[in-house]
């Protein structure tokens, strides 16, 4: 994809809402947003505190990326669903971007109804009207990455976000990042060790960064999380909570897998 990787992706992204706008508009999706209020389930509580296994994670249904290409086109979200779920995942992250991802809102659904655990979508939001999608279509939480956003629009879509009664992952990778996050007043902070503008991964980045957050702040590692080591680790330094997708959906038994990550393998259920 290159080093443009978010100015192209963000450009579709706003091709893709102008199409979807005319198919159905944002007053409509703004009015079905509000229904799907009631049936939330709560994403951020279950990342508070560290679970029984002394982590939380949230385990990713992700058919593709930009930089590994094909990983598992023709998963059955519902399937995987289940087996994290079983697995002791404490949440489900759907890809919902189609092009660079092949994920779909109804891979999102489809996980949902098979699961009870809190669903987040990530995505490349970068309007309103896909705040509202989210929340018409079940999603749980949302991903808003503050280097795509400005400041007023972190702020804009995570009070928005609060009406909707939608939990936001706000996603980070610099220092920079971090402060317009923390001047949003943005509570979860996802620490990507990878640079999505060059690719490159380092687990050691959310192990720096962490110190840096407010006690308000509750930290999720992502990317580049494949073993057990790499858990332990960035728990020495105060994580407990990670976000795990291309090494989980890889797995022979992605549900042993899950659990041998939480550091339960060979136990009894």
């Known amino acids: ?27 409509q999706l703004c009015k079905d947003a509000f229904t799907s209020i009631i049936k939330r389930r709560p994403f951020i509580k279950k990342l ?7 982590v ?3 385990a990713e249904i992700k058919r593709a990326s930009p930089s590994k290409g094909a990983i598992c086109p023709d998963l059955n979200p519902a399937a995987y669903a289940l087996e994290y ?11 919902t971007d189609q092009p660079y991802f092949k994920g779909s809102l ?18 490349f939001l970068i ?13 749980d939480a949302v991903l808003l990455i503050a280097r795509i956003l400005s400041q007023e629009q972190l702020r804009d879509y995570l009070k928005l976000c609060n009406e909707l009664k939608l939990d936001a992952l706000v996603e980070i990778h610099s220092e920079k990042d971090l402060e317009a996050a923390t001047r949003a007043k943005a509570r979860l902070i996802g620490i990507n060790n990878r640079n999505l503008s060059s690719f490159e991964t380092n687990i050691d980045t959310a192990i720096k960064l962490v110190s840096l957050l407010e006690s308000y702040q ?3 590692a992502a990317s580049g999380i494949q073993y057990r080591d790499d858990i332990v680790k960035s728990q020495q330094a105060g994580i407990w909570n990670f976000l795990i997708g291309e090494s989980l959906v890889r797995a022979e038994n992605c549900q042993a897998f899950l659990r041998s990550l939480m550091g339960l393998d060979g136990l009894d259920e």
Not at 48 to 54: A, F, L
Not at 127 to 139: F, L, P, R
């Open 48 to 54: 508070e505190k560290p679970g029984p296994s002394g």
């Open 127 to 139: 309007s309103s009207y896909q705040i509202y999608e989210s929340s018409a279509i079940g999603a």
């Open 56 to 58: 939380n994670i949230i």
């Open 1 to 27: 994809m290159g080093k443009d990787f978010l100015e192209v992706i963000v450009k579709h992204k706003k091709e893709e809402i102008a199409e979807a706008k005319k198919l159905i508009p944002e007053s």
């Open 106 to 123: 109804d891979d999102l659904k489809k996980a949902r109804n098979a699961s009870t655990l809190p669903v987040l979508r990530k995505d």
């Open 85 to 95: 779920e079983k697995g002791g995942a404490a949440a489900i992250s759907v890809l």
């Open 218 to 220: 509750i930290a999720v």
